[in-house]
């Protein structure tokens, strides 16, 4: 079985970016995260295996070879009350139908990698009276997902996600 990283990388290199360039809002012209961290932009690679009608797709993966993980990350420049639910739940569906097209077009074992969903959001102006460390609220009904297509899911704003990647990457 081939591995997912070369595959991308040897036959859909146009869709490769950096996590920043994936963060972009294109409509508020905002930049989610600075990082220069190679992904994959899963939009292009989305409209490179769907080239007349694509479905919702993430705005990046994050693969991590050695171990096996993908990271399918979501920007949301919202607050959570602003996010629809239903496109989150959409994206996740298709992307996952997106996935196992590439996976069986180019011989890759999908099941050989561990999903983690990571919706990142807008950080919210307001503090909340109290916060609950260690604890992980999936947010906007995606927890139906745990186990089914993800083995982690990861919802949060974004200063949560800066803290996480500086302490795994160093950036």
Same mark, same amino acid.
């Given at each position: 079985?081939?591995?997912?990283?070369? $595959?991308?990388?040897?036959?859909?290199?146009? @869709?490769?970016?950096?996590?920043?360039?994936? @963060?972009?809002? #294109?409509?508020?012209?905002?930049?989610?995260?600075? @990082?220069?961290?190679?992904?994959?932009?899963?939009?292009?690679?989305?409209?490179?295996?769907?080239?007349?009608?694509?479905?919702?797709?993430?705005?990046?993966?994050?693969? &991590?070879?050695? +171990? #096996?993980?993908?990271?399918?990350?979501?920007?949301?420049?919202?607050?959570?009350?602003?996010?629809?639910?239903?496109?989150?739940?959409?994206?996740?569906?298709?992307?996952?139908?997106?996935?196992?097209?590439?996976?069986?077009?180019?011989? +890759?074992?999908?099941?050989?990698?561990?999903?983690?969903?990571?919706?990142?959001?807008?950080?919210?102006?307001?503090?909340?009276?109290?916060?609950?460390?260690?604890?992980?609220?999936?947010?906007?009904?995606?927890?139906?997902?745990?186990?089914?297509?993800?083995?982690? $899911?990861?919802?949060?704003?974004?200063?949560?996600?800066?803290? &996480?990647?500086?302490?795994?990457?160093?950036?």
């Amino acid at each position: 079985m081939a591995e997912m990283s070369y $595959i991308i990388k040897s036959k859909y290199s146009s @869709s490769l970016d950096s996590l920043k360039n994936s @963060s972009y809002d #294109k409509e508020n012209r905002v930049y989610m995260c600075q @990082s220069d961290m190679q992904v994959v932009d899963f939009d292009a690679l989305t409209f490179t295996l769907y080239p007349t009608k694509q479905p919702a797709s993430y705005d990046a993966l994050l693969i &991590e070879e050695d +171990i #096996k993980d993908i990271f399918c990350v979501e920007f949301k420049n919202q607050k959570t009350s602003d996010i629809d639910n239903t496109q989150l739940h959409k994206k996740v569906k298709d992307s996952d139908s997106t996935l196992k097209k590439l996976c069986s077009e180019n011989s +890759i074992n999908k099941n050989d990698y561990n999903y983690k969903l990571c919706i990142v959001y807008k950080q919210e102006t307001t503090k909340p009276r109290y916060r609950r460390f260690k604890e992980n609220i999936i947010h906007f009904g995606l927890d139906v997902y745990s186990g089914v297509y993800f083995d982690e $899911i990861i919802t949060n704003e974004i200063g949560f996600f800066q803290n &996480e990647f500086k302490k795994k990457y160093g950036c």
